[in-house]
């Protein structure tokens, strides 16, 4: 029997299918033909040429076509306006540093019909180090994908160090996971297949896990952010740290409310703003948005 799929996946296999020609630029170029319709070509004149130049992106057409290319790849959700920048970002500091297991994984979710839904490289390092700088030991993931950020932090963690990890969907953690075992880190993890909600539920209701958490990563359901933030704010430590993903939505956040928009990028982006707000105005935590992959935000919680 099939599992059942979020609405986000839904929506992403509804605008797949609906696109189905045009899906590789359109997805892969850059976050704005990610979510805005109608998609139009970049016409090669003198003029943009010009200005494509002074951007650092490329001059000609056979680089350009070199350049689309390169940039069908998993996870491309970068925000900077130039591809050839985003590049130079992944062939310089990404990919030369990037283990072997991520890289491979990295890969075959290349392969998955839904694989913008993946974390990207520069936010797998980004994570990666974060976790070594707080030297957290105890963390937590909500929304697990095939894997590739719940790898990145168990390579971070010491060889005694927990995940938690939670998602509706195992088959595609499954598609990941001998990539885990094989890195040797599969032992850090814990996998729960179902919602998250309960599960928090029972842990706040057990009072003994209030606090233990150094790190939480959420990047899942985005209609239920507000409702993990309520529960996780009393799981993680004081001074540990929360990261939610995808808090800037291709973009979508600072979008006319009327701009043609991908239908589950339109669903989702309300929920967004709602959180955003909520993390601005909570007095329990310092905030810190940053433009890394589609946008992340971190809440250190200092009471």
């Known amino acids: 029997m099939p599992r059942p799929r979020t609405i986000e996946s839904t929506f992403l296999s509804l605008d797949l299918d609906l696109d189905h020609g045009l899906k590789q630029s359109r997805l892969y170029i850059t976050p704005i033909n990610f979510f805005f319709f109608p998609f139009k070509p970049k016409i090669q004149t003198k003029k943009n040429q010009a200005k494509m130049a002074v951007n650092g992106e490329t001059k000609t057409e056979s680089n350009n076509e070199e350049q689309v290319s390169r940039h069908q790849e998993v996870g491309h959700k970068s925000l900077l306006q130039s591809d050839a920048l985003y590049q130079y970002i992944l062939e310089t500091s990404v990919y030369p540093r990037e283990p072997e297991s991520m890289k491979e994984l990295r890969e075959i979710t290349a392969k998955h019909p839904w694989n913008i839904m993946t974390t990207s490289a520069d936010e797998g390092q980004f994570l990666n180090m974060l976790l070594k700088l707080v030297n957290a030991k105890n963390t937590m993931e909500i929304g697990v994908f095939t894997g590739y950020s719940l790898l990145a ?38 996998f729960k297949e179902g919602p998250a909600m309960p599960v928090l539920d029972e842990m706040i209701a057990d009072g003994k896990y209030h606090g233990t958490y ?12 507000i409702n993990y933030h309520k529960r996780l704010i009393d799981l993680v430590k004081v001074g540990g740290l929360i990261g939610y993903d995808n808090t800037l939505w291709n973009g979508s956040v600072v979008a006319p409310p009327d701009a043609p928009m991908r239908k589950y990028v339109r669903y989702y982006r309300d929920f967004v703003l709602e959180l955003n707000k909520a993390l601005a105005a909570d007095p329990r935590i310092e905030i810190c948005m940053l433009p890394v992959g589609d946008g992340i935000t971190l809440c250190r919680r200092i009471n």
Not at 159 to 185: Q, S
Request: hydrophobic share 40%; charged share 35%; aromatic share 8%.
């Open 153 to 190: 932090t168990a390579l971070a963690l010491p060889d005694d160090g927990k995940i938690l990890a939670m998602d509706i969907n195992r088959e595609n953690y499954d598609l990941g996971r001998p990539i885990i075992e094989k890195a040797g880190v599969a032992h850090k993890i814990e």
């Open 214 to 225: 150094d790190f939480i990563f959420v990047d899942a359901d985005k209609d239920n952010y």
